[in-house]
């Protein structure tokens, strides 16, 4: 399945990502901090017997599992390739995560191949630099 074999690249592209709140300067200090740890989630959406995970299907998984799991998250709808045939998927990337997300990744990434006949999901455990919020300018 493709989430075995997403590059490197892919994984750098879809770090980015992006937070706006409404924090003052003195605020934003508090929560601008380093050395965190990110997680990074692949969901293939092509089946292995043929066929694809309907956007009905993943709806329905997001809000009943993956919404109930984790406090926030980004997602990101991308396709790759697997054994030379394009695949969709959905990335959802995770900052500040703490042991108890890490094992709630493992069971969710466990429940989603058991729901949709997955071989597979890959997780990435990211180390992240720093982490800011930025907000508009003080008027």
Known sequence: MMVRTLSVFL???????????????????????????????????????????????????????????????????????YKGKKEGSKIVTLYEVTPKDITAAKSLASKYCEMFNQDSVLIVQLGVEKIMFVSKEPS
């Open 11 to 81: 994984v750098l592209v879809f770090l980015s990502g992006c937070s706006v709140s409404s924090y003052t300067q003195s605020e934003q200090q508090l929560v601008e901090s380093s050395r965190h740890q990110g997680l990074q989630m692949y969901f293939g959406l092509s089946k292995p017997t043929g066929g694809v995970i309907t956007n009905a299907q993943w709806h329905e998984f997001e809000t009943k599992h993956l919404a109930k799991t984790f406090t926030g998250f980004n997602l990101v709808t991308g396709a790759g390739y």
